[in-house]
C-alpha cells in the first residue's frame, strides 16, 4: 500500500509539473505572439485614419484590422488562462449598463442566425439603464461563448432567446435554444475546460 500510495504521488507530482510547464509554454508564446501582432496592429490604424484609400482597400485594410483585433484577443486570452492557473487573474469590474451589453453581443450574431434560418429572440426585464459593476470583457466572452454554443447547435427554422430577468437581489440571464440539448450524462462536466459533449 505504501508503495501504491508513493507511485500515486510521484506520478500526480509528474502531472503538477507538466502543467505548470504547459502554463508556462502557452504564457511565452502568447507573449512572444503579442509584440508583431502589436506591430501590425498599429500601421493598420495608421492607414484606417488615412483619406487616401478608395472604397475596396479600406474594407480590406477593416478586414485585417478587425481580424488583428480577434487574434489579440484570443492572445490575451491565452494569458488570462495561465493567470489563472497561477491563481494570479484579476477581474477589472466597472459600472456598465447591462442592457447595452447585452444588445450589443446579440446584435454581432443577428445576421448569421438569420442566414442560418434560427429565430433569435431577445427579452429583457429590468431598467433599460441599469448599471452593475462586472468585467465587461469578460462577461462579453461569456455571452459570446454562450451565444455560439447555441448557434452551434441549433437547427434551421428553430429558435434562440436570450432572457435578462432582474429578480431582486440578482440577476437571471438565460441563454435557451430549442436544438438538441446536451446529454444528461455530460452535464455534470460542462464547466470543465476543454470538455465536448
Do not use: W
Amino acid at each position: 500500500l505504501e508503495k501504491l500510495n508513493a507511485t500515486i504521488n510521484q506520478q500526480a507530482e509528474q502531472l503538477r509539473n507538466l502543467d505548470e510547464n504547459k502554463s508556462r509554454f502557452f504564457a511565452n508564446i502568447s507573449h512572444e505572439l503579442r509584440t508583431p501582432l502589436s506591430l501590425i496592429m498599429g500601421p493598420l490604424d495608421t492607414v484606417l485614419k488615412s483619406t487616401k484609400l478608395n472604397d475596396k482597400n479600406f474594407s480590406l485594410v477593416e478586414t485585417a484590422h478587425q481580424n488583428g483585433k480577434k487574434l489579440l484577443k484570443l492572445v490575451r486570452s491565452i494569458l488570462d488562462l495561465s493567470k489563472m492557473d497561477h491563481g494570479n487573474l484579476v477581474l477589472k469590474e466597472s459600472p456598465v449598463r447591462l442592457y447595452e451589453l447585452v444588445r450589443r453581443s446579440i446584435s454581432s450574431f443577428e445576421s448569421h442566425a438569420e442566414r442560418e434560418g434560427i429565430t433569435l429572440l431577445f427579452s429583457y426585464q429590468a431598467e433599460k439603464d441599469l448599471c452593475i459593476m462586472m468585467d465587461k470583457e469578460k462577461m462579453t466572452d461569456v455571452l459570446n461563448t454562450l451565444m455560439s454554443n447555441a448557434l452551434k447547435f441549433t437547427d434551421r427554422g428553430e429558435r434562440i432567446e436570450v432572457r435578462i430577468k432582474d429578480e431582486g437581489s440578482s440577476i437571471l440571464l438565460t441563454v435557451m435554444d430549442t436544438g438538441r440539448g446536451i446529454s444528461e450524462k455530460d452535464l455534470p462536466y460542462v464547466f470543465d475546460r476543454y470538455y465536448q459533449s
